[in-house]
């Protein structure tokens, strides 16, 4: 009985260690990418990407510099996009914008 006791709990914990540092999860740049050029982004129904308008991140190198620049996704996310703001601490937005922040010229 024992034994089964402490399989069991290594177990768990192999699994609760494996999903905290794997890979995939938290935000990052790479997701961010996939949002950008995704249409259904921020349940958004058109066939507009952000991509559409700003492909490949043209035209956005200022936006890394822009103090407002949460309010400008969101706004471009519930406008041409007519989908639904999202919330500025989610991962989704957290990783758009690390995307959007890598098109800075330096
Ligand atoms: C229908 C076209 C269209 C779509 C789709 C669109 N945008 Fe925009 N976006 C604009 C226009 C127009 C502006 C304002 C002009 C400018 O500064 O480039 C703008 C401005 C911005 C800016 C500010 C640029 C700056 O220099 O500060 C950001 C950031 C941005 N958009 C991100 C996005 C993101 C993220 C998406 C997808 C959720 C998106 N846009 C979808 C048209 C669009």
Partial sequence: ?????ATL?????????TSCSGTGSGPSAEHGMKLFNNP??????????CASCHPGGQGLEQAPNNPKLDDVINR?????LGGKALDQGSSDFRSL??????????
Wanted: overall charge neutral.
């Fill in 76 to 80: 471009c996310i519930t406008g041409p």
């Fill in 9 to 17: 709990v290594c177990s768990v914990s192999v699994v609760l260690i």
């Fill in 97 to 106: 914008k690390m995307y959007i922040e890598s098109f800075a010229d330096q």
């Fill in 40 to 49: 259904g982004l921020a349940a958004s129904l058109n066939a507009s990407s």
């Fill in 1 to 5: 009985m024992k034994l089964t006791v």
